[in-house]
């Protein structure tokens, strides 16, 4: 069964015709041409497919879509601006944050909304005070970042980069 | 996956009206368990109905002190939010114990305490399952049971053949913050509105695995209450787990201490969280000592029924509640001390 929907695709405007049963993440790739997203598990458990959906980080494969028209959405293809690789992307490179690279779209995703919901104040399941303000640590950073496997396991590079670009 | 129609009604009244009149249709909403469920074909409905947008996102103070949790609130944004960290922290710190950042972007304060269990065979199509498919048996007895339950089964090895035989545990450590703080559930359903204590919400296995449960079809969670906790009541939830971020847990707990009165309730040895009612009564008045949270977690947990299984079943949850639960009331009252 078939529905149009609209998305806005880092920062272009996409009309498309999907099956009801078709993923954000298969959406992109498949119909949009945008590759960035990647589909490791499609279970929800890798994190390879992480998108900023109207700002906040998300996994394109547990969402439907048809239930997403009109939304804003953000892929790693999407973050640099005039050219400018995002902070987040220029840390990667610098601290050689990947092996393979499969993962690392999903990484880069998730870390920008990982910074943001440090800026926002948010706390995590290892900030000791939850009514305090949380710090940019290594191990706040390993934490929020839990749901981006890596199976290289350059996390030993990943944690400093994303903290180097969280300004820590 | 098998082909569903997708709608998006105007209202809330309109979507149950929605579900209620087609048998085989759900409610979407985060989408976090109910899309993977449709991919591997746990779930099969011909209608999805999406109210992620339909019902209020917002957080809100109630007259009582409370807090009114609107079910569309995202397991991120009721974590983040100061009244519930300053006021409820065992919430707060359940929240952020369970999944990660993304999911709980999507997931919602709906959503969560509905989302089914983790049970292997359950989400595997291609094995037996009285919760999945009434009648075929449950291929979890004698099997792989780290994550199963040990109380409000249907005894120490229940008949694997029976159609009333489930031993799986709830997922959600949301639902059991929910539990020891005596949230009550407001829904919508076609026989129009009613209150439910979070604590009757779920139900054990009983003679209907299939039912998680006491929700008719077409009902839908609205908002979630948090009642005011007394004056100087002091919470906490404690989870233990085979990885220290994103699994699901072994034995949780969450408490709620206040002038030697302590609430109790347990994540992953049940069909449903466990408010631990046996024991509160034995600790009533206190002192909550160790050696009494011990004793009374003893008593508590006579029942309990470990399932054999492989890599040596789940026996160790027995010990494990006892001292998880000890080892949280003791955090709370040397907090108070």
Partial sequence: MDADITLRVDGETRRLTVDTRTSLLDALRERLGNPSPKKGCDHGQCGACTILLDGQRALSCLALAVAYDGAEITTADGLARDGELHPVQRAFLERDAFQCGYCTPGQICSAVGVIDEFEKGWPSHVTEDLTGEPEITHDEVAERMSGNLCRCAAYVNITPAVQEAAGA | ?337
């Fill in chain 2, 1 to 337: 996956m098998k082909p569903f129609a997708y709608a998006h009604p105007g209202d809330v009244a309109e979507a149950v009206r929605d579900v209620a009149a087609e048998p085989n249709a759900v409610f979407l909403a985060g989408g976090t368990n109910l899309v993977d469920h449709l991919r591997l074909g746990v779930a099969r409905p011909d209608l999805v109905v999406d109210v992620r947008t339909l019902t209020s996102r917002e957080i809100t103070d109630l007259d009582d002190g409370g807090l009114r949790l609107g079910a569309a609130s995202t397991n991120s944004e009721v974590a983040a939010d100061r009244r519930v960290r300053e006021r409820y922290p065992v919430l707060a710190q359940a929240l952020l114990a369970g999944a990660t950042g993304q999911l709980r972007n999507m997931a919602t304060t709906g959503g969560n305490p509905l989302q089914r269990t983790r049970c292997p065979y359950f989400q595997d199509v291609t094995t037996p399952c009285n919760k999945r498919q009434p009648g075929t048996g449950c291929s979890a007895v004698g099997g792989y049971t780290r994550y199963h339950a040990i109380l409000g089964t249907p005894g120490a090895l229940p008949d694997p053949t029976a159609p009333e035989t489930c031993i799986a545990t709830h997922p959600s450590d949301m639902a059991v913050a929910l539990t020891a703080l005596d949230a009550q559930v407001h829904t919508l359903g076609p026989a129009g509105v009613r209150t439910v204590p979070f604590v009757d919400l779920h139900r054990l296995p009983g003679d209907d695995p299939s039912k998680d449960t006491v929700l008719e079809h077409g009902e839908l969670i609205t908002a979630i209450d948090l009642p005011p906790l007394p004056a100087g009541a002091r919470s906490a939830y404690r989870k233990v787990r085979d990885r220290a971020s994103y699994a699901f847990a072994l034995v949780s707990v969450a408490a709620v201490v206040h002038d030697g009165d302590v609430r109790i309730a347990l994540g992953g040895v049940a069909h449903k969280p466990w408010r631990a009612t046996r024991a509160e009564e034995i600790l009533r008045g206190g002192p909550l000592t160790d050696h009494a949270v011990r004793a009374a977690m003893d008593a508590e947990l006579a029942v309990a029924q470990p399932q054999p299984g492989v890599e040596g079943g789940n026996g160790f949850k027995i010990p494990l509640a006892a001292r998880t639960v000890a080892a949280t009331v003791r955090t709370l009252t040397e907090e108070q001390s």
